[in-house]
């Protein structure tokens, strides 16, 4: 009798061992295909890349404008700076560009901003057509011809110098656009 109950109870044990094996291969290898299915996703990475492109010379029509430095865009300021000369009221001149998303993220415009024309900010007028503060610029995207007007609207005259032009020396034009 007495080796029929060790005979059982090695038995019992057996099948216990049997058993803490059987669960135990199975949550292994479920968490082994669990984490090899992970490994296997791609995450793609955030990528924001908006850039002004394809930025032409300033055109003009009129012999009374001076091109003293065409449209420079600096990829590291976002800017684009310019400077140019009006010998005489009611003549312009322009210039465009597009504004390119090359990453995988959304932007907005939150401002375009224009420095460098203080001093004549009665006789000149900039406007920047084809792009406007809330637009948006989906991944991938651009916006194309967006044209910038120079236009010398009122007599300008400086009674110290005598100087009766518009010397627009260093203008900068500046698009903020953000991720939305």
Do not use: H
Not at 33 to 46: A, H, I, L, N, R
Not at 64 to 76: G, L, S
Not at 86 to 95: D, E, G, K, L, P
Not at 163 to 169: C, M, R, T
């Amino acid at each position: 009798m007495r080796n029929s109950k060790r005979t059982r109870n090695l038995c019992i044990i057996a099948a216990l061992i049997a058993i803490t094996a059987f669960i135990g291969g199975t949550v292994f290898i479920s968490n082994s295909y669990s984490v090899d299915m992970e490994s296997k996703e791609t995450v793609e990475q955030e990528k924001w890349d908006v850039k002004i492109d394809k930025l032409s010379n300033l055109a003009t029509v009129d012999e009374d404008i001076q091109v003293a430095k065409n449209p420079v865009y600096d990829e590291d300021t976002g800017m684009i700076d310019f400077a140019i000369v009006f010998n005489r009221v009611n003549t312009s001149a322009s210039f465009s560009f597009d504004v390119v998303n090359n990453g995988n993220l959304d932007g907005v415009v939150k401002s375009i901003q224009i420095e460098g024309i203080e001093e004549y900010k009665d006789n000149v007028v900039i406007n920047v057509d084809g792009l406007k503060v809330e637009d948006k610029i989906k991944a991938g995207e651009k916006k194309e011809n967006v044209f910038v007007t120079i236009k010398y609207m009122k007599d300008y005259f400086n009674e110290e110098t005598g100087i009766n032009y518009v010397d627009l020396s260093d203008v900068k034009v500046f698009i903020d656009v953000e991720k939305e």
